[in-house]
């Protein structure tokens, strides 16, 4: 792999990893303020996953930069963090919640898939080990939409209300980095137009079926990793405050 590449793949992991870094994050708010107990221990459970799945990905960034995950993780400010947008709004209500998961769930599993067949055989390990919990994270939030969805009229209202909402910022799960398309021609990464149209066919009929009006613009956004909201900044502040303390301490 020459050094271009290697690059390249260095800010696609990053941006992998703070996805689910802050995904991870979000969630855990709801630790302890779940609708049922038994569904606070079950978000938990993602929290955690999606945590793990940060610290493979951050793992493999480390191959290439020998930059520690918990460096990266507690100790760069917002400018530098490579997650969408899409993950770092507030938590919002319930139904906030589940859709931004399912939205990102139903990515998530599609862009496994087709890594597990990366050229990169580190990249392809890596997926096929987190896939399986993806299914089970898909399976999971797709029983509340459909639940909210269909539910009652506030339960509906809430979720179309998340929905319209959540939909743009959904769209940049799928706008390249830089010279990606390197990384696509070399049978790395897939490209993401084409995920993108595989995303739109696995969520419009559920959505719809679910009783839900999907918005009409699917066009991804200019809006690149490196712009955020003021929210990510706030979130940073809270996830990262102790280990601030002391860069030195030892957990």
């Known amino acids: 792999m020459n050094r271009k590449i290697q690059q390249i793949l260095t800010q ?7 996805d689910e870094l802050i995904l991870a994050h979000r969630n855990s708010e ?7 107990l038994e569904e606070d221990i079950a978000l938990a459970n993602i929290s955690q996953d999606e945590l793990g799945h940060a610290s493979i990905w951050y793992g493999l960034h480390q191959t290439f930069t020998d930059d520690e995950p ?5 100790f760069r400010d917002a400018i530098e963090f490579r997650n969408v947008q899409l993950l770092e709004l507030p938590r919002g ?4 919640t589940m859709l931004r998961q399912y939205l990102f ?11 597990q067949h990366s050229s990169y055989q580190s990249l392809a390990e890596a997926a096929a080990k987190i896939r399986n919990e993806e299914i089970y994270h898909l399976r ?3 029983n509340w939409i459909k639940r909210l969805g269909l539910g009652t009229e506030e339960s509906n209202q809430r979720t179309q209300a998340a929905l319209d909402k959540l939909w743009p910022f959904a769209q940049q799960l799928f706008v390249p980095l830089s010279d990606e398309s390197i990384l696509v021609d070399e049978k790395i990464m897939p490209d993401l137009a084409v995920l993108h149209e595989a995303w739109l066919e696995l969520i419009r009929p559920f959505l719809t079926a679910a009783n839900l009006i999907i918005p009409a613009n699917q066009t991804p956004p200019t809006t690149s990793r490196s712009e955020h909201t003021n929210h990510l900044a706030t979130l940073l502040a809270d996830m990262q405050k102790v280990a601030r303390l002391n860069r030195e301490a030892i957990w």
């Open 105 to 115: 769930d139903a990515y998530e599993l599609l862009l496994l898939d087709k890594l």
């Open 93 to 96: 209500d319930w139904a906030f």
């Open 70 to 74: 918990d460096e990266l993780a507690f």
């Open 30 to 36: 709801w630790i302890g303020h779940g609708p049922i």
């Open 140 to 142: 999971h939030t797709s």
């Open 12 to 18: 696609k992991l990053l941006a992998m990893a703070d």
